[in-house]
């Protein structure tokens, strides 16, 4: 658990130096990274060395976090609908991937294709159509 902790800790400065060198000049910024880079070595090792023993490299340091383009929004489902997502999401994502060689993620493409599509899908619906909707649900 204390390490799971840690790597979070970790995630977080590194986000929070990103940030603040966005905004700082370049000469402060190489200056402060310089001297956080002396403090935190030993984490930083000990993270290059677990990627090194698995073979795999951290997805986050190589494109940007989806934290930094997205909000994240939480919501409930009834638990036979999250289902019925997560099976959808695993259909699609494998046909996707075989058609195209990469992997769709599922927070930064699946979820914004399934809101989006169903905002459209509501878009037009008068309060009616909704209500009827809602009892096709069994709401």
């Given at each position: 658990?204390?390490?799971?902790?840690?790597?979070?800790?970790?995630?977080?400065?590194?986000?929070?130096?990103?940030?603040?060198?966005?905004?700082?000049?370049?000469?402060?910024?190489?200056?402060?990274?310089?001297?956080?880079?002396?403090?935190?070595?030993?984490?930083?090792?000990?993270?290059?060395?677990?990627?090194?023993?698995?073979?795999?490299?951290?997805?986050?340091?190589?494109?940007?976090?989806?934290?930094?383009?997205?909000?994240?929004?939480?919501?409930?489902?009834?638990?036979?609908?999250?289902?019925?997502?997560?099976?959808?999401?695993?259909?699609?994502?494998?046909?996707?991937?075989?058609?195209?060689?990469?992997?769709?993620?599922?927070?930064?493409?699946?979820?914004?294709?399934?809101?989006?599509?169903?905002?459209?899908?509501?878009?037009?619906?008068?309060?009616?159509?909704?209500?009827?909707?809602?009892?096709?649900?069994e709401y």
């Amino acid at each position: 658990m204390s390490d799971r902790a840690s790597r979070l800790r970790e995630r977080r400065n590194q986000s929070k130096e990103k940030a603040q060198s966005q905004v700082e000049p370049e000469s402060d910024s190489e200056d402060r990274e310089s001297q956080e880079s002396e403090e935190s070595k030993p984490s930083k090792t000990s993270k290059t060395e677990k990627t090194s023993k698995t073979g795999e490299t951290d997805s986050s340091q190589e494109s940007t976090s989806l934290k930094d383009e997205q909000v994240g929004t939480y919501l409930y489902l009834p638990e036979e609908q999250r289902d019925e997502m997560n099976f959808r999401y695993k259909m699609i994502s494998a046909e996707y991937e075989r058609e195209f060689g990469e992997s769709l993620e599922k927070n930064r493409h699946y979820y914004p294709l399934v809101i989006e599509y169903g905002l459209d899908c509501l878009e037009d619906a008068t309060p009616q159509e909704v209500r009827e909707m809602l009892e096709e649900l069994e709401y």
